[in-house]
């Protein structure tokens, strides 16, 4: 039994040594000798592409999101179907709902010239173009940890079970973000991202006509634009100002006005540690952006291919051909 328990000791230390390394080998000047002009290039195709449409910053960020969320930040989230594997984009969580793909595809073949060759990977050009996109729309930027590889494969079956449902509860949302190592701190503040974007009708129906935690005027703001059946894509914005970085979001919270069940989960109003994180960063909008730049490294170090571990895609949405 001692023998049994110290061998499991064993284990859990190497594993944690290795996630250790893996993260270490991230750097903030990964690119500065092999391809200074990187995320100088980044930034102005990212700015580009939000001052042409400002929902694109939204999209941006949730790619990264959802890519870190499946296996770790390893750029998987962009691989096309092929007919050996059928990749994350058509997973429910994903399908007719994430975008940004050609933006991605643009900033990687403007690298592959300046770079001179296949050097910066998709998962950093993710985590790059997220930060980017929040510092477009009135954010405060905050250092990336770089050095990703991409994946060589990617998983529906683990797409449509590792990414939160915006109909989760908060034990659900709470379980699901430690299941990925981020603590409540993390779900709140991460979540804050929703002060950015849209969602579809057929994501936010069932609140708006079945739910009672929600304002009675929003709601019938909401169905307005939503009718009990049909116009499944028509959208609504995820708080007031969906192209500007700002606490409105929790403000919504707190007036019973999010519009999706997850985010309300966020603050019932019951007093709990949940309800003081919203209270909190509505009420302090310099903490928030201190805190979200803290929660998105965190969330760009989820389990990064790193040294030789998978590859720098050439074409993000395909493996390199040997």
Request: negative net charge.
């Amino acid at each position: 039994m001692a023998k049994s328990h110290k061998l499991i000791l064993s284990l859990l230390s190497q594993l944690l040594l290795i996630c250790h390394l893996s993260i270490a080998d991230l750097t903030p000047d990964f690119y500065d000798d092999i391809c200074p002009q990187a995320l100088p290039t980044i930034q102005t195709l990212v700015e580009a592409a939000v001052a042409d449409e400002p929902r694109m910053g939204a999209s941006l960020v949730r790619l990264h999101f959802h890519d870190c969320f499946v296996n770790g930040c390893d750029g998987s989230v962009l691989l096309d179907d092929t007919p050996t594997m059928t990749g994350e984009k058509t997973a429910k969580p994903n399908n007719n709902s994430i975008r940004g793909f050609d933006v991605i595809d643009s900033i990687k073949s403007n690298l592959n010239d300046v770079c001179q060759g296949n050097v910066v990977s998709c998962a950093d050009i993710l985590a790059v173009a997220a930060r980017d996109s929040i510092v477009a729309l009135g954010g405060s930027s905050y250092g990336v940890l770089l050095g990703r590889r991409d994946a060589t494969s990617a998983s529906l079956d683990a797409a449509n079970s590792n990414i939160p449902a915006p109909n989760f509860n908060l034990s659900q949302l709470l379980s699901n973000f430690d299941s990925h190592g981020l603590a409540m701190q993390d779900l709140v503040v991460l979540s804050g991202a929703h002060t950015l974007g849209f969602a579809r009708c057929t994501i936010f129906r069932n609140r708006i006509y079945n739910e009672s935690t929600i304002d009675p005027d929003y709601a019938a703001s909401l169905e307005s634009v939503c009718p009990i059946s049909g116009d499944d894509d028509v959208l609504a914005s995820l708080d007031d100002t969906p192209a500007s970085v700002d606490t409105d979001y929790y403000q919504g919270l707190i007036q019973s006005r999010g519009l999706l069940d997850s985010d309300q989960q966020l603050y019932q109003g019951d007093g709990s540690d949940t309800d003081s994180l919203v209270q909190y960063y509505s009420d302090n909008p310099s903490n928030f952006w201190s805190d979200f730049g803290a929660a998105m490294i965190n969330l760009g170090n989820l389990s990064p291919l790193t040294g030789d571990g998978g590859e720098v895609r050439e074409n993000c949405r395909v493996v390199n051909q040997n």
